[in-house]
């Protein structure tokens, strides 16, 4: 596999071996003593799936206490990714990184702790699945804003399809003293 850093330290693109033939194709889509190998060393507890159509956008969460490392990787159509940094004092603070993520590219972005994902759907209909470093904690989630200005991300989509809590999330700006702290 190849691990590819991005301009957000942790932040991180995995490219998976992919063996095709004129059957198909296999892949490993996590294998532990191989990713830390390459240099990610940690343990995931919760693996979680959603399906969603065109338009869909999930996002942007984050839990504080219970922080989540995720491992993103798409088994149906296509989607538009994003980490974004929220770690207060952090040098790349309200910084976001973005990858599409295809069931057919096979590549998989790796969320650390402490940073808030989302993602838009740009296929009929898309399923992603992430691993989990930590439970979800529903009472211990962030929803920010997913056209925060301070963040800026340039979505491929002008009116997204939202879930309630989406669309009530708040700005960095408001809850910037729920925001986690840079750790060195």
């Known amino acids: 596999m190849n691990i590819v850093t991005t301009a957000l330290p942790g ?13 198909g194709w296999f892949l490993e889509t996590y294998h532990s003593d191989k990713y830390q190998e390459g240099g990610l060393s940690f343990s995931f507890v919760q693996d979680n799936c959603s399906s969603s159509i065109r338009g869909t956008l999930r996002g942007l969460h984050a839990q504080i206490v219970k922080p989540q490392g995720k491992l993103v990787r798409v088994t149906k159509g296509e989607v538009f990714d994003v980490a974004v940094d929220i770690r207060r004092g952090s040098p790349t603070f309200a910084s976001w990184e973005s990858m599409v993520l295809t069931a057919e590219n096979f590549k998989q972005l790796y969320i650390p702790p402490g940073f808030a994902h989302g993602f838009c759907v740009l296929s009929d209909v898309a399923e992603v699945e992430y691993k989990c470093t930590d ?4 009472g211990d989630e962030l929803s920010i804003a997913w056209n925060d200005q301070q963040i800026g991300i340039n979505w491929p989509l002008m009116s997204p399809l939202l ?18 702290e840079y750790q060195i």
């Open 135 to 138: 439970v979800y904690a529903p």
């Open 11 to 23: 932040v991180l693109l995995i490219e998976p071996d992919v063996f095709r033939d004129e059957r």
């Open 163 to 180: 879930s309630q809590k989406d669309a009530a999330g708040k700005s960095l700006q408001l809850l910037w003293s729920q925001l986690p």
